[in-house]
């Protein structure tokens, strides 16, 4: 039997994280399930953006979230190999899409992956880079598309902590102000993620 989608919930802060996303790759091949769904525990989804992951006929398609470590930015980025560091500015302002988007790189925290890609770019991580960014740079390089989808998750460790939030929306603030020059569109900007909800 075939399972078309394997959900699997994983904790960010495991001692051994990238073990455990190791067996899950594993669990999925047994089952021979078409796609893995990433879920990090503190990342809280819908029933519609989950209905929107499924229907995407992407092999990578993640819904954005509040990156915890780049406030002001959403989990989703750039690699620079010389610097070894994430680059998030060209996804400044990726919560504006409207379809499905081509990235470079997007965090697992709720992503649909096709199963197969595992076999092609095996679970890694070294020092200062997780398994997540590993993983899409193999993609890259075997020019697998990777796609943010315009859904968004709550990330806890920032929607629901009231100083957490306050430090992303000024973060936000701030890169916008860097980029544009303009403090009035800037401004704008934030006022989009102080509304009620995302």
């Known amino acids: 039997m075939q399972v078309?989608?394997?959900?699997?919930k994983?904790?960010?802060?495991?001692?051994d994280l990238l073990a455990a996303q190791r067996a899950i790759v594993a669990s999925a091949a047994r089952q021979h399930a078409r796609h893995l769904l990433w879920h990090e525990v503190s990342r809280r989804p819908s029933a519609t953006v989950l209905e929107y992951l499924i229907a995407c006929d992407q092999?990578?398609?993640?819904?954005?979230?509040?990156d915890t470590y780049q406030q002001g930015y959403y989990c989703v980025w750039e690699f620079d190999a010389v610097s070894g560091r994430h680059q998030h500015m060209p996804y400044l302002r990726i919560n504006t899409i409207r379809r499905p988007t081509r990235v470079d790189a997007i965090g697992f925290g709720f992503?649909?992956?096709r199963t197969d890609l595992f076999e092609a770019v095996p679970l890694r991580a070294t020092p200062g880079c997780a398994s997540d960014t590993h993983f899409c740079l193999g993609l890259r390089e075997r020019?697998?598309?990777i796609h943010a989808c315009p859904?968004?998750?709550?990330?806890?460790?920032?929607?629901?902590?009231a100083a957490a939030l306050r430090t992303w929306r000024r973060r936000l603030l701030l890169a916008n102000t860097s980029t544009s020059g303009r403090m009035g569109?800037?401004?704008e900007l934030a006022l989009e993620f102080w509304r009620p909800g995302y």
């Open 185 to 187: 569109r800037a401004y």
């Open 59 to 66: 092999p990578v398609a993640g819904a954005l979230y509040k």
């Open 151 to 161: 859904v968004f998750v709550k990330n806890v460790k920032i929607d629901d902590e």
């Open 4 to 8: 078309e989608l394997l959900v699997v």
């Open 111 to 113: 992503t649909k992956v």
């Open 143 to 145: 020019d697998v598309p």
């Open 10 to 15: 994983t904790q960010p802060d495991e001692t």
